[in-house]
Nanobody, 128 residues
Framework: QVQLVESGGGLVQAGDSLRLSCAAS????????MAWFRQAPGKEREFVAAISWSGGRAFYVDSVKGRFTVSRHNANDTAYLQMNSLKPEDTAVYYC?????????????????????WGQGTQVTVSS
C-alpha cells in the first residue's frame, strides 16, 4: 500500500497561484495512477485532475482546464498540482488519491470510489 501526504495549500487572492504537492511513501510510486479531488464546504468531493503512472497522460475537469496542471516526479515519489489564475470558487480542501496501475479500466476515473488510497487533504482558500 501507499501513504499520501498533501502540502502547499494556503490563503491567496483571486488570480494568484499555488502549487500543491502529494508525497507518497510505501509501495513504489510508479505503481499508481494519481488524481486530485477537492471538497468545498457542504459539497460533494469532486474530481479535479488525474495523471497516469508514467506521467504521459493527464485529464482535467472542464472548470480547471487551462488553469491547473497536474504532474509527477516518480524519482522523488511526488505528484503536483500547479494552480494558476485561482478563483474564489476553487476554495476547497484538496486531496490526492492513488489507484493501482494494475486495476482494470482507464488510468483515470472521476468517481472517488475507484481510488484505493487518500491523503488527509490540504486547505486552499481564495479570497476575492
Amino acid at each position: 500500500q501507499v501513504q499520501l501526504v498533501e502540502s502547499g495549500g494556503g490563503l491567496v487572492q483571486a488570480g494568484d497561484s499555488l502549487r500543491l504537492s502529494c508525497a507518497a511513501s510505501g509501495r513504489a510510486f510508479s505503481s499508481y495512477n494519481m488524481a486530485w479531488f477537492r471538497q468545498a464546504p457542504g459539497k460533494e468531493r469532486e474530481f479535479v485532475a488525474a495523471i497516469s503512472w508514467s506521467g504521459g497522460r493527464a485529464f482535467y475537469v472542464d472548470s480547471v482546464k487551462g488553469r491547473f496542471t497536474v504532474s509527477r516526479h516518480n524519482a522523488n515519489d511526488t505528484a503536483y498540482l500547479q494552480m494558476n489564475s485561482l478563483k474564489p470558487e476553487d476554495t476547497a480542501v484538496y486531496y490526492c488519491a492513488a489507484r493501482s496501475r494494475s486495476s482494470s479500466g482507464s488510468y483515470y476515473h472521476t468517481k472517488r470510489e475507484f481510488y484505493d488510497y487518500w491523503g488527509q487533504g490540504t486547505q486552499v482558500t481564495v479570497s476575492s
